[in-house]
């Protein structure tokens, strides 16, 4: 059974604890899970940010939409019980309990009005809630606007690099390297190595300053074509040559199978990273890329309260 949105569990939330009691938060998601059969994987199942599980997460947010409606509330920390307003709630069994029904007590909708412009009355909040009816809690819509964000700048940053020149490239590989904490010792652990003619390699990483371990690159600016298996075997070729343990095969474009599955046939440690990859590891280590806006989401914090 998929896992419920946080709307849907609203009723349910009212219901466990109408036949319960009070319920701490954990406890209403064990015994939610429960009753929606959900296997471990799905209790396992992490938001898009890896931060909370899913299941968790909208439960929470159900919990918190109910209580700025007034149909449950905390009596003490980190407990919940169902109000009066709650019990009502469930008597029209045919009426559906999400943001719409909420809509209809005036406390939330100051909560909602937070966010909307001041001339927006209660009857044009309604409305919005009727015309975009949404399944996403705002955690979650949330990450899935960041996550739109990055797929946008990925594809942008791949595309830019595709323009540079090869020069370009082999040098940003190395940068990426660096970046990414290997040779670590010294800024100038690694260089490009191609146009010094040096072998077959496009870069070397020290990964120490006496050069006793070693990581050699090799970058393919593709724009179409794939990285077949004869360019993986001239640079295991290179790797031979050299006596090297560790290579690093970085392209823009792609691997065909027949080369993924030859690296995996060999002896040495080779790693190889697509497009994809690439984008993704300099957005993550910030190359090439700046920050445009930084947002802070905080929450509640329950024990500065523990001593009041």
Request: glycine residues 6%; contains cysteine; proline residues 4%.
């Amino acid at each position: 059974m998929p896992i419920p949105d946080y709307q849907t569990l609203m009723r349910p939330v009212l219901v466990t604890l109408d036949s319960c009691g009070d319920m701490s938060l954990r406890q209403l998601v064990d015994l939610l899970s429960d009753q929606y059969q959900l296997t471990d994987e799905e209790r396992r199942r992490m938001t898009p940010s890896k931060r909370s599980p899913l299941m968790y997460n909208r439960v929470a947010w159900a919990t918190t939409y109910l209580r700025k409606a007034g149909l449950i509330e905390s009596p003490t920390r980190g407990m919940n019980n169902i109000t009066s307003r709650g019990k009502q709630a469930l008597i029209q069994t045919d009426t559906p309990i999400d943001r719409k029904y909420l809509m209809q007590f005036e406390q939330f909708q100051d909560f909602q009005s937070v966010n909307r412009s001041d001339d927006a009355g209660p009857q044009n909040e309604l409305n919005s809630v009727q015309v975009q009816p949404e399944a996403l809690d705002p955690t979650e819509r949330l990450e899935e606007a960041h996550q739109e964000l990055q797929a946008t700048l990925a594809d942008d940053l791949l595309a830019q690099v595709k323009r540079q020149t090869p020069e370009f490239f082999e040098k940003l590989v190395v940068e990426l390297m660096l970046a990414m904490g290997y040779g670590g010792w010294s800024e100038k652990a690694g260089q490009a190595t191609q146009y010094t003619n040096d072998g077959g390699v496009d870069g070397v990483i020290n990964e120490d300053p006496l050069g006793l371990d070693t990581i050699y690159l090799q970058a393919k600016r593709y724009t179409e074509n794939s990285v077949g298996r004869p360019d993986i075997q001239a640079f295991v070729g290179a790797l031979e040559m050299k006596r090297a343990r560790k290579g690093v095969f970085i392209t823009t474009s792609r691997f065909s199978r027949d080369a993924i599955e030859y690296v995996n046939m060999i002896e040495k440690r080779v790693v190889l990273i697509d497009g994809v990859q690439l984008a993704e590891l300099m957005i993550r280590h910030n190359l090439g890329v700046t920050v445009k806006e930084t947002y802070q989401v905080k929450s509640l914090d329950s024990d500065y309260f523990a001593e009041g």
